[in-house]
């Protein structure tokens, strides 16, 4: 699943490209990849609008229409948004945006899992926790709320309650980089590793942005491009390899059901 830092590449693709335009034409393939909240036809709504911005909340592709409406995104498994001059063959299109001035958006999406959803008002963001990358996300405020958790840091990390747009990927990475062991009760870590988790999610978010994101499985940008940050992989997909730091097997277990990978001898 694509999380912030290809959600964040993927926006910031949108936005140089789609920031402007307005919407001459709306292909919709495949109708449960739609969800619309208004009144009214999904395909005349869209018709004619344009989009005013881009930006990313959490996982969610956002882009608010000259109307007022907007138009929202979740790539879920295997989504994705692709910019092109003209349309592809694409078995796993769904729904698919012509401009007046030229020029496609497409919504793919393999597994059908992704939503492409008109609205008026913000109840589709309603629950998501705090933004890593914002300036009001500090040593002290990660803190407060891993504070009395009782919960693997590892879970909290993926709780998009708590901290919203960290994924499966990026809560290894961080926590491998801060030396914390994934099983480790949340509310137990002391204002010292706290710091160190925060600079360390920070840092690999940040990285991974400057990379394009990681492609391990179906993602690419908006221009159909991998990202590279899979090259910098410290622990993730590392199962049995040897830890680049010390040279132990990197060992694969299961917290919340999902595939954790770590170091046994660096993460305590």
Known sequence: MPELPEVETIVRGLARTVTGRRIAEVR??????????????FTELLRD???AEVRRRAKFIV?????????????RMTGRLIVERAPAEDPYARVRLRFRDGGWLRFSDMRKFGRMRLTANGQWAAGLGDEPLELSFTPRRLANLLAGRRGPIKSLLLDQRVV????????????????????????SLSRVRVERLHSALIRV??????????????????????????NNLAVYGREGLSCLRCHAPVKRVTIGQRGTFYCPRCQR
């Open 28 to 41: 919709v393939e495949t109708p449960r990849s739609v969800v619309n909240d208004l009144p009214g036809d």
């Open 205 to 230: 978010l940040e990285e991974a942005i400057a990379k394009g994101g990681t492609s391990v499985e179906h993602y690419v940008d908006a221009e159909g491009l991998e990202g590279g940050f899979q």
């Open 164 to 187: 919203a747009g960290v994924g499966n990927i990026y809560a290894c990475e961080a926590l491998f980089q801060a030396g914390i062991h994934p099983a480790r009760r949340a509310g």
């Open 49 to 51: 609008e344009a989009i």
């Open 63 to 75: 882009m608010p229409l000259a109307s007022g409406r907007t138009l929202t995104v979740h790539l």
